[in-house]
C-alpha cells in the first residue's frame, strides 16, 4: 500500500464518483478504477459498493478512509517541519561547554538568537575531559573546549585565543606594578578553581621551575566566586581573560603581568566529522564565523582539523 494510492482512494471518496475524481487528479478513469482495483486487491478488501454510482464506502473502506487521511495528514506536517528545519523557524541545538569555555558563547548566541529565535538551544554543562566524548555519543552536536581534541572523528575550529591572567583587588601592593616576576608572588595567598586544569599544571610546573611556592589555601566551584573574592580583598588568582574583562574595565580587579609567565589558549568549537550537522548547527557555525569577522580581536574562525 502506498500514499500514492491513498491519495487517488481519498479523492474517489471525496468526489463520489471515479470521473470526477479522475478530472480532480488529471488522469483518466481508468487509471483510477485500476489503481483502487490494485489497492483492494493488496488489501483483500472490497473499498466501495460497486452497486452504487454515488462511490458509497463499504465498511473496510470507512476504516480505511480514516487511517489514510491520518497518514496523508502526517505526510504532510512532516514534509512542513522538514520545510521548517531548512528555514530555520523551528529546530533544537545542544552546546557542550563548561563554565569558562560558555563564556565564548554568550555574544554568538546573543547573535544566534537574534537571527534564529525559533530555534530552541541548550548550552549543557560538562567537564572539559569530557565534551569530546559527549559529541562523539551525540549527548550534543557541538562542543566548546580548552584544548585540541585528540579523537580522529572530531572536526574542531579555533574560535577565540583566550590567556591566562593574573589579577589581584585594586588596594593590593602589586596593582600599581607594570610587571612582577613569579619570585614576588611566592608569598601571596592564591585563590583557585576547585576543578583542575592542564594551565593549573604549567603554572604551578613553572613556579617549581623557579623556586618559588605556590599557595593554594582556597579553591572555589565557580569563576564568578573566585572574582568576588579576590575583588573584596581576600586574595590573588590566575584567571581566564575572558572571564574578568568586564571586572577590569570596572576596576573592580587590575591585571599584573608576570614576566615569565604567558599562557594563551585556543579556544575551539569541535562536532562530529561522520555526522551530517542539522541546520541549526550549520547555522550557528555561520554565526560563529560572522562574529569573528565582525569583532575581529581575539575572535576569530579557523578550522584545523
Not at 482512494?9 to 478530472?23: D, I, K, M, P
Not at 529546530?91 to 561547554?97: H, N, Q, S, T
Not at 566529522?273 to 550549520?282: D, M, N, P, T, Y
Request: with cysteine; glycine share 4%; net charge neutral.
Amino acid at each position: 500500500m502506498e500514499l500514492s494510492q491513498l491519495e487517488v482512494f481519498l479523492a474517489v471518496v471525496r468526489e463520489r464518483r471515479f470521473s470526477r475524481a479522475a478530472e480532480k487528479l488529471h488522469r483518466t478513469q481508468s487509471a483510477v478504477s485500476q489503481t483502487i482495483r490494485k489497492l483492494e486487491d493488496e488489501l483483500g478488501e472490497s473499498l466501495f459498493d460497486r452497486s452504487s454510482r454515488e462511490g458509497i464506502l463499504t465498511d473496510a473502506g470507512q476504516v480505511l478512509c480514516e487511517y489514510a487521511e491520518k497518514l496523508l495528514n502526517l505526510r504532510n506536517d512532516a514534509h512542513e517541519s522538514l520545510v521548517e528545519l531548512r528555514e530555520l523557524q523551528k529546530g533544537k541545538l545542544v552546546i557542550a561547554a563548561n563554565e569558562f569555555t560558555s563564556l565564548y558563547l554568550l555574544p554568538v548566541l546573543s547573535e544566534f538568537r537574534r537571527l534564529h529565535p525559533m530555534i530552541k538551544i541548550t548550552v549543557q554543562r560538562a567537564l572539559g575531559s569530557h565534551i569530546p566524548d559527549d559529541v562523539l555519543q551525540h549527548s550534543a552536536e557541538l562542543g566548546v573546549l580548552s584544548y585540541e581534541p585528540q579523537e580522529p572523528h572530531l572536526h574542531s575550529v579555533v574560535v577565540y585565543l583566550d590567556e591566562l591572567v593574573f589579577v589581584v583587588p585594586p588596594r593590593h601592593p602589586l596593582a600599581s606594578a607594570r610587571e612582577v616576576s613569579i619570585r614576588q608572588l611566592g608569598a601571596e595567598s592564591f585563590v583557585a578553581h576547585i576543578v583542575p586544569s592542564p594551565y593549573r599544571e604549567k603554572v604551578l610546573q613553572a613556579f617549581q621551575r623557579h623556586k618559588t611556592p605556590l599557595h593554594m589555601g582556597l579553591e572555589l566551584p565557580t569563576l564568578q566566586a573566585i572574582k568576588q573574592f579576590v575583588a573584596g580583598g581576600n586574595g590573588v588568582a590566575f584567571m581566564p581573560e575572558i572571564s574578568v574583562e568586564a571586572e577590569l574595565a570596572r576596576n573592580e580587579l587590575v591585571r599584573v603581568p608576570v614576566r615569565e609567565l604567558h599562557l594563551e589558549r585556543k579556544l575551539r568549537l569541535i562536532y562530529r566529522k561522520e555526522a551530517g550537522l542539522s541546520h541549526a548547527a550549520r547555522a550557528f557555525l555561520k554565526v560563529a564565523e560572522a562574529v569573528a569577522l565582525g569583532r575581529k580581536g581575539r575572535h576569530r574562525f579557523q578550522r584545523e582539523t
